[in-house]
T-cell receptor, first 116, second 111 residues
Framework: GAVVSQHPSWVICKSGTSVKIECRSLDFQATTMFWYRQFPKQSLMLMATSNEGSKATYEQGVEKDKFLINHASLTLSTLTVTSAHPEDSSFYIC????????????FGDGTRLSIL | QKEVEQNSGPLSVPEGAIASLNCTYS??????FFWYRQYSGKSPELIMF????GDKEDGRFTAQLNKASQYVSLLIRDSQPSDSATYLCAVKAGGGNKLTFGTGTQLKVEL
């Protein structure tokens, strides 16, 4: 099956730090990648859709200046949480899909972010 | 009304039994339907996807789709304790590539 790699898997840092999370599709070209956030015992919340070579599309209520997304190649998207605060602590998960919109999304292993 | 609805459970079934997980959706234009399994503290893992009305079988898993009634279900035969997880139903509208997730059903397979 398709493999999506996400790094790092766990981050603990001080308030005010910026944190970059990488998402890579290892065995296919991902024209579209998605970034989700999941709080404990809740479902996935889509934050933004990242398209290669263009600006990300953010969901309502998600601050684009807070969560910077870059999708510079067909295999790599990055999410930077700028000036992170304790309320940003969450499980961040990326997914990737092939060009055909019927193709399923394949998820990375997620990044658990803890801001002290 | 939620766009994708699932019973949160927990759904408890004995080992070896059939587990039946159900999902309803509100957008009649939905074209693609996915079931993901998520273990506690882990990211979702794709189990099945189905596009056409009827049944689709893969090993112990069967996905069933009824577009007229706007429901999709997942059957797990010979349930094992390792199947204990939260099962997420996800729906993709026609022409788009975003998934709308249900809140998930927690399945517990008991010895």
């Amino acid at each position: 099956g398709a493999v999506v790699s996400q790094h790092p898997s766990w981050v603990i840092c001080k308030s005010g730090t910026s944190v970059k999370i990488e998402c890579r599709s290892l065995d296919f070209q991902a024209t579209t990648m998605f970034w989700y956030r999941q709080f404990p015992k809740q479902s996935l919340m889509l934050m933004a859709t990242s398209n290669e070579g263009s600006k990300a599309t953010y969901e309502q209520g998600v601050e684009k200046d807070k969560f910077l997304i870059n999708h510079a190649s067909l295999t790599l998207s990055t999410l930077t949480v700028t000036s992170a605060h304790p309320e940003d602590s969450s499980f961040y998960i990326c997914s990737a899909t092939r060009q055909n919109s019927n193709q399923p999304q394949h998820f990375g292993d997620g990044t658990r972010l803890s801001i002290l | 009304q939620k766009e994708v609805e699932q019973n949160s459970g927990p759904l408890s079934v004995p080992e070896g039994a059939i587990a039946s997980l159900n999902c309803t959706y509100s957008d009649r234009g939905s074209q693609s339907f996915f079931w993901y399994r998520q273990y506690s503290g882990k990211s979702p893992e794709l189990i099945m996807f189905i596009y056409s009305n009827g049944d689709k079988e893969d090993g112990r898993f069967t996905a069933q789709l009824n577009k007229a009634s706007q429901y999709v279900s997942l059957l797990i035969r010979d349930s094992q304790p390792s199947d204990s997880a939260t099962y997420l139903c996800a729906v993709k509208a026609g022409g788009g590539n975003k998934l709308t997730f249900g809140t998930g059903t927690q399945l517990k397979v008991e010895l």
